[in-house]
């Protein structure tokens, strides 16, 4: 109709890691959005109320007063998604391209590698251990993440 070629989208590994990247982006947007709405709408009204008084502008007053406010949760956020940095949202990789044979290169990740190794090939030790390394590898991460916040901020360590 515009005069393109038509895409097959299930037959074209291209264009996927673009489709899934966004998806996934807006699929967490919402919750972030709550959470930091959440930790803004926290932060006690006086002190924006004193930087008025101040002459501060909105932006002296976001750079001054919320972000160093809810730093902690922006801490604790970041080191929440760096312990699911190897999971994928299995849902996302298996189900929204249908398990299409053509994508397997594009959309194969550990997730839909453990179920098709329990699925299809009845392999359940691979499928374990794949699990596994998954789990310890977000653990390692979490706990270097958090000694490296620890040592520039204790206050904001979850640990």
């Known amino acids: 109709m515009l005069g393109m070629e038509r895409i097959s989208w299930y037959n074209e590994p291209g264009v996927w890691p673009y489709i899934l990247t966004f998806i996934h982006t807006w699929k967490g947007a919402g919750y972030l ?13 006086e002190y924006y109320e004193a ?14 007063i ?28 298996y189900q929204v391209p249908m398990d299409s044979g053509a994508l397997y290169d594009t959309t194969n990740v550990i997730d839909t590698y453990v179920y098709r190794g329990l699925m299809q090939l009845g392999d359940i030790g691979m499928s374990s251990a794949a699990g596994l390394y998954q789990s310890l590898v977000g653990f390692i991460l979490v706990l270097v993440s958090n000694f490296i916040v620890r040592k520039i901020n204790r206050e904001n360590a979850l640990f």
């Open 33 to 45: 959005c709550i959470v930091y709405l959440a930790a803004i709408i926290g932060i006690d009204q």
């Open 51 to 64: 930087a008025t008084l101040d002459g501060a502008s909105k932006w002296q007053q976001i750079r001054k």
């Open 66 to 93: 919320t972000i160093p406010l809810i730093t902690p949760v922006i801490i604790m956020m970041t080191l929440l998604a760096i312990g699911r940095i190897f999971y994928s949202d299995f849902g996302l990789f």
